[in-house]
């Protein structure tokens, strides 16, 4: 009994002094050592300058757990466009183990910088940084495109990051999981590591991201709906969101059964600049195998100037299953292609083999093409052959396509398809030479690559694919002004945002529960004001100059989770809403010519010069502000670079509102001859995204609006918005 007794107390007094020797964590905190962080919620607000993170890790041989510690940054603020700071640094360290961290409200959550054998496990940076969206289901806003293409000087920070790794290798990142935001990973110069069974999924950038980075293997990870810039039915351009992205000299990587579905693209491989200006090198030798890419609003893949392994993926309901714009010795191999708009597209593209792969119900099997005319300035075309040529398409089941061959200025294609049940076979000019249709599959020695004898190490992991048939099809994809809709919480969605009939059909979408409509206005005529989810109602818009509506509705029954990432218990009400607001104002917009080489008014601060006439080549009226150009506008001619003067009278009534406007190159907005918005200097922004600015204003009465804009060659964009702010 004593023994007993003297053992028990043994056991508490070891369990004491573990529990005392976990770390508080504190601002500023520095970590040299293995330790365990004491449970809890730490509310801490990171410095706003990301060179001074929160916490600061470095050393060797180190393992922290933080024990399911949860990091709370940016608590005075809610809306996740201005979260800030970095939650956590490890720089300069080897075989830094991290687990059980959760961390959200930062900027960048976990910041990693020339650190070899890093591991996260179990990791959950869900709900940090994130754009806010100015694109509606009705139209697309330019400003809401990223840019990806530079990553030198980690340009990639501007968007944030779950997890931000630079310079490490052999890092190990398994059962980590990111939603709500904006990045989950972004890689740069990370060599030889190991991800997998992951979640990244319902983002509105990249799942994962790749710059300068080799023979890693990506396996058995939820990478889905990563995405922006899509209204189903309306518009899809996906705005360089992408479920896994490749860039810039990352090679001989593998891709390997992940469920990479609804994104922007599924999977975005680009050669990289340096490739593009000297015609050198690639993202090669990529294997990409046994994934699902469909859904995407663009390309289930699009890999492109490079030379990569595609095999036993299935892509199904994408624009373009493949696009493989100037491709070369790349294989295509053993993918199913259904029902796509085309399953495979390939401008310039050389010595490629698309063999064994099954399409079904898809508009246009295969395109290939190439231009008589190139862009002269890009030095890949002064510094390579880039004629469209030699291509091996054999041994793949076609059945039940609109089209199947689309070929134009190729040269030398050895073509061996089963076709069944489809449309016409060719369409062709005389610009296709030497396609041979006569050949003998059997003379060709076709060599197939097993996935199963891939070098793939054996891991415990999970099934990627496993609960997501319900998400089937981009019509599950729903971006709010947040994000993807990620189906955890009650939202009211209006499915026919462009129809001009005052008619309005909305769909009740959520968990499990009961829903009740506590008030409007701008709508008479709802169908129900109650129910159970899912639902539809309609309801009868409220004719009016000005659109001004609001539904607000409650919601009780499971457990959700908010976009924002709060746990609502079951049984407890929850409110959300929709809202449409359109001011119009009566628009007159003159457009005069520019030549910036005679006069510049970035330089001057004037619009016109004193002298000569100002005739307009253009003039519209419109009630909305809302342009976007590519390569100029064409009147008496192509104005490659012009002057936009917008001006318009308008009655507001009283409140506080949001005036936001996107542009490109340079603007100016005026409200009764006050100047309110000053963006005349085009060298603030390199002009890779369209930028936007929101001011808060307090308006009410009668006012002179004054927009003068300039564009000074290449994309222009002049868009205004006002809005209530409630």
């Not at 696009?323 to 010595?351: P, R, V």
């Not at 396609?435 to 070098?455: E, H, P, R, W, Y």
């Not at 609960?467 to 990620?486: A, C, H, L, Q």
């Not at 936001?660 to 001859?673: H, L």
């Amino acid at each position: 009994m004593i023994k007993r007794i003297g053992f028990v107390l043994f056991i508490l007094s070891s369990f004491f002094t573990a529990w005392a020797q976990q770390k508080v964590m504190v601002n500023g905190m520095t970590i040299g050592k293995t330790m365990t962080i004491k449970r809890g919620v730490y509310r801490i607000d990171a410095n706003k300058n990301q060179d001074q993170p929160l916490i600061i890790i470095e050393g060797n041989n180190i393992t922290i757990d933080f024990n399911q510690a949860e990091l709370k940054g940016s608590n005075t603020i809610s809306n996740p466009d201005v979260f800030f700071g970095v939650a956590i640094l490890i720089q300069n360290s080897k075989n830094i183990t991290i687990k059980n961290l959760r961390a959200n409200g930062y900027k960048i959550a976990l910041l990693a910088k020339n650190v070899a054998k890093l591991t996260l496990d179990n990791c959950d940076l869900s709900y940090n940084y994130r754009q806010h969206l100015n694109s509606t289901s009705e139209k697309e806003d330019v400003a809401d495109w990223m840019s990806y293409h530079h990553n030198e000087k980690d340009e990639w920070l501007r968007y944030g990051a779950a997890m931000y790794l630079r310079n490490c290798q052999f890092a190990v990142i398994r059962n980590c999981k990111v939603t709500g935001g904006q990045n989950a990973l972004m890689m740069m110069e990370c060599n030889d590591g190991l991800i997998y069974n992951n979640d990244f999924s319902f983002n509105s950038g990249i799942g994962l991201g790749m710059y300068r980075c080799n023979r890693n293997k990506v396996m058995y990870n939820k990478i889905n709906f990563n995405i922006r810039g899509y209204s189903d039915g309306v518009y899809n351009r996906g705005q360089d969101s992408a479920g896994i992205l490749v860039y810039e000299q990352s090679n001989e990587n593998l891709f390997y059964k992940n469920n990479v579905t609804h994104g922007g693209d599924g999977l975005f491989l680009w050669a990289g600049q340096t490739t593009m200006d000297s015609g050198e090198g690639g993202c090669n030798d990529n294997i990409i195998s046994d994934n699902d890419f469909s859904y995407a609003s663009n390309n289930g893949i699009e890999a492109t100037f490079s030379r990569n392994h595609i095999t036993q993926n299935k892509i199904m309901e994408c624009d373009y299953g493949i696009w493989g714009g100037y491709s070369y010795e790349s294989t295509i191999c053993n993918n199913w292609f259904w029902k796509n708009k085309t399953a495979i597209a390939i401008e310039h593209g050389q010595k490629n083999k698309i063999i064994y792969n099954r399409f079904s119900r898809n508009g246009l099997v295969l395109k290939l093409w190439g231009k008589k005319e190139q862009e002269v300035d890009w030095g890949y075309v002064k510094n390579r052959d880039t004629r469209s040529r030699d291509y091996l398409i054999a041994y793949n089941h076609i059945d039940n396509c609109s089209l199947v061959y689309n070929m134009e200025l190729t040269d030398s294609i050895k073509l061996c398809d089963m076709v069944q049940e489809s449309g016409p076979i060719f369409k062709m000019d005389s610009t296709v030479t030497n396609l041979d249709t006569g050949c003998n599959v059997k003379s060709f020695n076709i060599i197939v690559d097993d996935t199963a004898k891939l070098s793939i190490d054996k891991i415990k992991h999970r099934d990627p694919f496993k609960d997501t048939k319900s998400y089937d099809g981009r019509k599950n994809i729903i971006i709010t002004e947040w994000g993807p809709y990620d189906f955890r919480s009650p939202i009211i969605w209006n499915n026919n945002p462009t129809d001009t009939s005052n008619l309005m059909k909305f769909d009740l979408l959520g968990p499990k529960g009961k829903w009740k409509i506590k008030s409007s206005r701008g709508v008479e005529n709802i169908s129900a004001m109650s129910g159970e989810f899912p639902s539809s109602i309609v309801a009868q818009k409220i004719r009016g100059s000005r659109t001004d509506i609001l539904i607000e509705l409650e919601y009780t029954g499971s457990p959700i989770i908010t976009p924002f990432g709060e746990a609502i218990a079951a049984g407890k009400p929850y409110q959300f809403s929709f809202k449409k607001f359109f001011q119009p104002i009566d628009w007159e917009v003159l457009f005069y010519p520019l030549d910036t080489a005679k006069y510049n008014p970035i330089q001057t601060g004037v619009l016109f010069p004193r002298s000569g006439k100002r005739v307009p080549f253009k003039t519209e009226n419109i009630n909305k502000l809302d342009y976007a150009w590519w390569g100029g506008i064409k009147a008496d001619y192509q104005h490659t670079q012009f002057i936009t003067v917008a001006n318009a009278e308008v009655v507001i009534p009283e409140g506080d509102y949001e005036l936001s406007v996107t542009w490109d190159d340079a603007v100016r907005v005026y409200i009764d001859q006050k100047l309110v918005i000053d963006e005349w200097d085009p060298s603030r922004y390199d002009f890779n995204e369209s930028p936007h600015k929101r001011i808060r204003i307090s308006l009410g009465g009668t006012y002179h609006f004054l927009v003068e804009h300039l564009e000074l060659g290449g994309f222009a964009a002049l868009s205004l918005k006002l809005k209530p702010i409630e």
